[in-house]
């Protein structure tokens, strides 16, 4: 709830577009911030993770853990192949969890492991805490699924194997994690149990409507296409997220592509 | 520089066969819609399907939205138009009006791969019908219990003359031209089917992938499949890494039985393919009442694994048979390590392929360059980075399938527009000199005596 004022300071290259940074001088934001153009691709996966963790939009009625969307690493590292890759290697090691959302296809959110830890005793603080029945799953979670299943699902019989080197298992327990919204189910498959980022709802809403908001934005232009400077500076009605969180995304899924002209980078609509 | 490649050839500094190679390549670069050469299709549906017969790379069949399937001439043209652009009449016509033609689209056509005198069409009619090319009439037709979504015959085939058939039923069908039965019904997969590749390297396996998101691989000497493509499984590089601990071993051999006889020796569950090689143990202990002893060799329908999030739209294999290229509904391309049954990782640059309807790739032989169709272009993609190369755009509407011919290196297309493009190696006006820093800027015709 309390965020430390020092994230402010920490990078400036941060611009939050909740309320309380009216105080803020709108001439220090412009010098201290370089835009997104400056900044748009990176050659290392790790150091565009770790950047784009830092510009993780904040808001204020919701508290979570930053993570990354895969489309937005896309946008940000040249070379696909080995983001892949180094996202493979990454998960292997331990460092980072992928998570399929259940916004669109393909869409996937990448957490670092500590941060998802902290997420998930967020949220099982909120979702009734230790003191409920049963409550002893979210150790088991913590101890033996976590850390030996690095998928993205998880199918029945191996999450009760897993959980069941805890102690008993019943169908209670796996109520509870679906509860605090650790796991969810998802209209592919019925046997598969989805990792899921708790309570992150609010962020994914906003995601759809920012991604809606900035299409329509470009498609009412009369050549589909707008200078991304002046793109970032727009203000969406729909969405709490950062203009530059959704661009990025959109870029990345191939929705939105950017053009270099005299003036700048463009960008436009894609046609294919 | 060409002309430095001529001149190593000519001392015999370039082996024959890196000059071949060298020049494949440096025409495959240079696709573009064709200016010599078109083709005039008779059609009044959208085109679905095209191959050139693989004896002698020459007829073009393709099947049509209409219940038509014409066969072109690709090498001499019909007519010329003042000289310029060659037209391609159809050779022949076989449509809704011919008795025994097909009422519906045809999804799928292809020639009989031993020689021209037979083709096959697969149609939404529920038929998979043999045509006597010379004649133009049906020989056989297979009665499906669906719409038929895909047919394949191997390529390499000798013993046998099958043809896949995956209809919206979940069993591919194997129907035999010899006999005129079905000879085989190959079940595990849990919606229709909609692509069929029979592997390039051995005339017994055939690859079918599902609505339902799965490739699974199928040994037709033996029952059941025995490999079914896991998208989480993955390797780094074209090449999984080569062993070095007893963990990665196990780890590697839990993914799928090569066909050797040591996978008889191993006991191995359906499931067993997403366990880390730690966890195989308290698997086997805690026995649930759904966990069957397979014979190892199986892979049984309850083995779930996708390869795409969406339906398998399109399936190919590279010639030398390693790797194999998938299109699923999700929008993704992905390229699969054959031998070891992994996902290579290779990401192909965003793309948005249409999602209801069976597509068709292309590969070049020596395997650089994928052509997918996507949306109303067709995409060249660099197989191996996955960086997009080329993108075609010439046809009005949705396109469908593509067919690389290696001979003349030259594309052929077909969509929703009816028509079928030609793309071809473009020649430029006058001879090439990219890194030539002498004549940078000067054409050869403004070089005179005096230049330098």
């Known amino acids: 709830m309390t965020e430390p004022s020092s994230s402010y300071s920490l990078s400036s290259k941060k611009r939050p577009r909740s309320p309380n940074d009216n105080g803020e001088h709108p001439l220090d934001r412009d010098q201290i911030c370089p835009s997104l153009e400056d900044n748009l691709t990176f050659n290392d996966t790790m150091i565009a993770l770790q950047l784009m963790r830092t510009q993780f939009p904040k808001l204020e009625k919701v508290v979570v853990q930053p993570f990354i969307l895969q489309s937005q690493l896309y946008s940000s590292v040249k070379d696909r192949t080995q983001v892949d890759r180094d996202l493979e290697s990454f998960k292997k090691d331990k460092v980072l969890r ?44 913590e101890k033996y699924v976590i850390p030996s299943k690095l998928d993205v699902s998880i199918n029945q019989l191996q999450l009760c194997s897993l959980l069941s080197q805890g102690g008993d298992v019943t169908d209670k327990h796996i109520t509870l994690l679906m509860n605090a919204g650790l796991l969810t189910r998802q209209l592919i498959d019925p046997n598969i149990y989805w990792f899921s980022i708790p309570r992150i709802g609010p962020i994914l809403k906003g995601l759809s ?54 003036t700048g980078l463009l960008a436009r609509i894609t046609r294919d | ?68 399937a014409a066969v072109f001439d690709a090498w001499n043209a019909t007519e010329c138009q003042s000289g310029f652009i060659a037209k391609h009449k159809h050779i022949l016509l076989v449509d809704k009006q011919h008795q025994n033609g097909h ?21 939404f009619d529920q038929f998979v019908k043999v045509w006597d090319t010379n004649s133009t009439q049906v020989i056989m037709d297979f009665k499906m219990p669906g719409k038929v979504f895909a047919a394949a015959m191997s390529p390499i085939a000798t013993t046998h003359m099958l043809i896949a058939t995956g209809s919206a039923d979940v069993q591919v069908r194997l129907c035999d031209i010899a006999s005129g039965a079905f000879t085989h019904t190959l079940s595990g997969h849990r919606d229709g089917i909609m692509s069929l590749e029979w592997s390039a390297s051995s005339e017994w396996i055939l690859m079918s992938g599902g609505c339902d998101g799965a490739i699974r691989f ?118 699969w390590d054959i031998d070891s049954g992994c996902n290579t990782l290779v990401n192909f640059e965003a793309m948005r392929l249409q999602t209801g309807k ?40 949705l396109v469908n399938c593509c067919y690389y011919r290696e001979q003349d290196q030259e594309l052929y297309t077909g969509s929703n527009d009816r028509q079928i493009l030609v793309w071809s190696p473009s020649t430029p006006a006058f001879t090439e000199m990219e890194d030539d820093e002498k004549r940078h800027g000067l054409s050869a015709a403004d070089e005179d005596n005096w230049s330098d």
């Not at chain 2, 949306?375 to 046809?395: D, E, L, Q, V």
Request: aromatic share 8%; glycine share 8%; hydrophobic share 35%.
């Open chain 1, 98 to 141: 992928i998570f399929k959302l259940s916004s669109g296809q393909d869409d996937h959110a990448i957490m670092f492991l500590d941060d998802y830890l902290k997420q998930v005793a967020f949220a099982i603080k909120r979702s009734g805490g230790k003191e409920q029945d049963g409550s002893e799953v979210f150790d088991w979670f």
């Open chain 1, 209 to 262: 409507q920012g991604r809606k908001e900035i299409l329509s934005l470009l498609n009412r232009k009369k050549y589909k296409g707008m200078l991304l400077s002046s793109l970032e500076k727009t203000k969406l009605r729909l969405s709490p997220l950062d203009t530059r969180f959704l661009i990025r995304d959109l870029i990345g899924s191939g929705q939105i592509k950017t053009v270099q002209t005299p």
């Open chain 2, 1 to 68: 520089m060409w002309w430095e490649e001529v001149r190593g050839r000519e001392r015999g500094e370039l082996r024959a066969g890196r000059f071949q190679a060298a020049a494949r390549a440096r025409r495959a670069a240079s696709l573009a819609l064709s200016n010599s050469k078109e083709f005039a299709t008779p059609h009044h549906g959208a085109v679905n399907s095209l191959q050139v017969d693989l004896t002698e790379g020459r007829y073009l069949l393709s099947g049509a939205s209409d219940g038509s």
């Open chain 2, 103 to 123: 009422r519906f689209t045809i999804s799928a056509a292809l020639w009989y791969p031993v020689d021209t005198g037979l083709f096959v069409t697969a149609s």
């Open chain 2, 218 to 335: 199928w040994d037709i000497r033996r029952a059941g499949c025995f490999r079914v493509l896991d998208q989480s499984q993955s390797q780094l590089g074209r090449r999984p890494p080569l062993l070095k601990s007893t963990t990665e071993n196990d780890h590697i051999d839990s993914l799928g039985p090569s066909t050797s006889t040591r996978s008889l020796a191993q006991k191995r569950t359906g499931n067993s393919k997403k366990n880390s090689p730690t966890l195989r143990k308290s698997q086997k202990l805690t026995h649930g009442p759904m966990q069957q002893r397979l014979h190892p060799g199986l892979s049984s329908s309850q083995n779930r694994a996708t390869s795409h999030y969406g339906a398998v739209t399109g399936l190919r294999t590279t010639k030398d048979g390693m790797y194999l290229l998938s299109s699923g509904s999700d929008s993704r391309l992905r390229l």
């Open chain 2, 358 to 397: 069976p597509l068709q790739l292309a590969v070049t032989d020596d395997p650089s360059i994928v052509f997918v169709p996507c949306m109303a272009s067709i995409k060249a993609y660099n197989i191996w980075s996955g960086t997009t190369f080329r993108t075609f755009r010439g046809h009005y509407e």
